[in-house]
């Protein structure tokens, strides 16, 4: 039987890649913030606070006051390429397409913001692609995060007559590849510096210490890369969790208490470093760099350094290459 004139275009079925990171406001300018932080703040996943009750406090203060500050600290960071995070994370698919060559086709996201995880799977399929990885780019596993994630590809799902075949990335927290290019990345960097650092101090993203009771192994997963890092290092390894929000109790030590601790303590130089980003963001650019170098000084310290993520490094686009080619064993030769 001969295809009908109006059937649409049938496309070659070929394999995708999708990468996926957290998210960032269109702008540095209060309502794209306010935009990006309604709805990350309204993900059930990352507010584990019923929505009839938080809601109302989401709205009704943190949306009216909470933007103004978060795109001042947003303009301090943004380039001419836009957000940093974005920026890098377009730059990392771009290298691992080149890594996989035209076999694959290779795609990035944002869980919140844009290009969303749903615009990014339209591509691909659009495209071709009728086997898809799903690769998020959090190395902990964490339901704030990474099951956060998925939701958004299930979402997507739910809505496809016709779905693609589906495999997901697992978290890389502990695997050879991954520790191997920390070590690569860090010691290249520490290597570089002016100084001989008393002290890295490694700082993951916080969680409310609840999330650990409730059986996420977020806190396990860091505890145990931060081992593994520091097995292979000569440096005295510490680790700590930033951004704490709200008035619920987090997971501990904070960062910031530590950075001000440090020099009472004798430690008085040092380099941080963000091993739970996969690409520099607001939280390490500003957060460590910025604030935490001001809060480390002005405690009577004398040298501080903030280590850039993995990025696009050479260590990390051949790790990523690592984990995707692993995961699409049987897909593609």
């Known amino acids: 039987m001969n295809r009908p004139a109006d059937h649409p275009p049938v496309t070659p079925p070929r394999v995708g890649v999708l990468i996926a990171n957290l998210g960032t406001p269109d702008a540095p300018e209060t309502g794209a913030v306010r935009r990006y932080l309604k709805q990350f703040l309204s993900d ?5 606070i019923p929505p009839i009750a938080w809601q109302p406090i ?24 836009g957000s940093p995070l974005a920026a890098i994370t377009r730059r990392q698919s771009e290298s691992l397409a080149r890594r996989l060559g035209p076999e694959v086709l290779v795609d990035w996201a944002m869980r919140y913001g844009n290009p969303s995880v749903g615009d990014a799977l339209d591509r691909l399929w659009a495209a071709g692609a009728r086997r898809i990885l799903f690769a998020p780019l959090y190395p902990q596993y964490c339901a704030a995060t ?16 016709w779905q693609p075949a589906i495999r997901s990335m697992p978290p890389y927290h502990d695997d050879p590849h991954y ?16 100084f001989a650092p008393d002290r890295l101090l490694l700082s993951f993203h916080g969680m409310p210490e609840r999330t650990l009771h409730l059986g996420d192994p977020y806190h396990c997963h860091c505890q145990k890369t931060a081992r593994l890092l520091g097995e ?38 040092i380099a941080i470093a963000a091993p739970g980003f996969s690409a520099d963001c607001l939280e390490t650019i500003e957060e460590l760099g910025i604030r935490g170098r001001e809060d480390f000084l002005a405690a009577g310290g004398t040298d501080f350094a903030r ?27």
């Open 44 to 48: 059930r996943r990352v507010i584990e």
């Open 179 to 194: 520790i191997d290019a920390l070590e690569r990345d860090l010691r290249r960097q520490l290597d570089m510096l002016d």
């Open 146 to 161: 990474t099951a956060s994630a998925m939701d958004a590809l299930g979402d997507w799902m739910a809505g496809q007559r």
């Open 58 to 81: 989401l709205r009704g203060i943190i949306l009216n006051t909470r933007p103004t500050k978060s795109a001042a600290a947003y303009r301090e960071v943004w380039s001419e390429e």
């Open 307 to 333: 280590l850039d993520c993995l990025n696009d490094s050479a260590a990390s686009i051949t790790m990523l290459e690592a984990l995707v080619r692993r995961e699409l064993s049987g897909w593609i030769d």
């Open 232 to 269: 292979r290092l000569t440096l005295d390894v510490d680790i700590a969790f930033q951004s704490r929000f709200g008035r619920a109790k987090w997971l501990e030590p904070a960062t910031d208490d530590r950075l001000k601790a440090y020099p009472g303590e004798g430690v008085k130089k």
